[in-house]
């Protein structure tokens, strides 16, 4: 889903696309060329599995900021993108009262589902991906479904290379200027019982071109508690005592993904319906 009319001024977005790319050729471009050399990446001749072709740093802004601990950023960088984070938490919060009018839940109930003891966890994951000489065996970014809640993207409005998986067929998110991608991760699909799903998606390397992506991501606290939520889970099953989907702390099942991410999240789902007569749930629930 693409959001043009979602409140955040052009004028930052503006700001921030070309701090982003500058900050990329300034303090990274060359880091980035030297792991490509020292892998001998321009010259594989199979498929590469284990690699993605992106250059890669990440900001923490809930519960606790780390902006201020990321080296090379500039002060001026650094305040654009707490300014850009504040519009995004916001955005993310209102995408969630907006699923859960959409699936007759009380307002609020998705924010206070992830909140936990410390409230949500929001980062922001600013990639780059130069052009790539082998496109068809380096991926820029290997298939795969977010493990979190809320993905925000804001992408390159020139160069292309974001696909979804839609009935079977890679499909093209093709760039649209001042847009942001909203894309569904894992938690939500389980608290929502599969009424809203997970997406697979990946990135597609190009020869030319160096395509921006900043995805930011809201997810639940490391201690909440994830299950679908009663209202959705049908009532026969309900009596059974079966629901679709398992319940899990986010923090087990982030460690989880780690090992998993770029595998089916089926697996992941059963993984942790195993754990759920474990006995570290009610202990960490309620750490």
Known sequence: MKLVNHGIPPELMDTVERMTKGHYKKCMEQRFKELVASKGLEYVETEVHDLDWESTFHLKHLPVSNISQIPDLDDDYRKVMKEFAVNLEKLAEDLMDLLCENLGLEKGYLKKAFHGSNGPNFGTKVSNYPPCPKPDL??????????????????????????????????????????????????????????????????????????????????????????????????????????????????????????????????????????????????????
């Open 138 to 287: 380096i991926k820029g970014l290997r298939a795969h479904t977010d493990a979190g809640g809320i993905v925000l993207l804001f992408q390159d409005d020139k160069v292309s290379g974001l696909q979804l998986l839609k009935d079977g067929q890679w499909v093209d998110v093709p760039p649209m200027h001042h847009s942001i991608v909203v894309n569904l991760g894992d938690q939500i699909e389980v608290i929502t019982n599969g009424k809203y799903k997970s997406v697979l998606h990946r990135v597609v390397a190009q020869t030319d071109g160096n395509r921006m992506s900043i995805a930011s991501f809201y997810n639940p606290g490391s201690d909440a508690v994830i299950y679908p939520a009663p209202a959705l889970v049908e009532s026969k099953a309900e009596e059974a005592g079966e629901a679709a989907y398992p319940k899990f702390v986010f923090e087990d099942y982030m460690k989880l993904y780690a090992a998993l991410k770029f595998q089916a999240k089926e697996p992941r789902f059963q993984a942790m319906k195993a754990m759920e007569s474990g006995p570290n749930l009610e202990s960490i629930a309620t750490a």
